[in-house]
Nanobody, 123 residues
Framework: QVQLVESGGALVQPGGSLRLSCAAS????????MRWYIQAPGNDRELVAS???????TDADSVKGRFTISRDNAKNTVNLQMNSLKPEDTAVYYC?????????????????WGQGTQVTVSS
């Protein structure tokens, strides 16, 4: 069993900054990929940024130059630094991770979702 706890969402003015965090806990051997998704009202959940276990990061075109994903392997956390926030960034942000677990006699990967954290950008 793995739990992901997200934090950092808030109400901010346009041009402001926020830092989202997601911490993993429970029973797992290690964490592989870590990702952040966005889901605005009425929209599908979309990938914002991802980072591999080796630290290779990618992000969506809409956030390039503004958002930065990072991870702290010692603390089993993934972060999303958000700068120059725009009203269109308003949404619920979800953390997703691939963890390696020992199940039925072999090592396998399973993905888990955080509970979501609300980001609102408004004057």
């Amino acid at each position: 069993q793995v739990q992901l706890v997200e934090s950092g969402g808030a109400l901010v003015q346009p041009g402001g900054s926020l830092r989202l965090s997601c911490a993993a806990s429970g029973s797992f051997l290690s964490i592989a990929g870590m990702r952040w998704y966005i889901q605005a009202p009425g929209n599908d959940r979309e990938l914002v940024a991802s980072i591999t276990s080796a630290g290779m990061a990618t992000d969506a075109d809409s956030v390039k130059g503004r958002f930065t994903i990072s991870r702290d392997n010692a603390k089993n956390t993934v972060n999303l630094q958000m700068n120059s926030l725009k009203p269109e960034d308003t949404a619920v942000y979800y953390c997703n991770v691939d963890v390696r677990t020992y199940v039925a006699g072999y090592v396998r990967r399973q993905d888990y979702w955080g509970q979501g954290t609300q980001v609102t950008v408004s004057s």
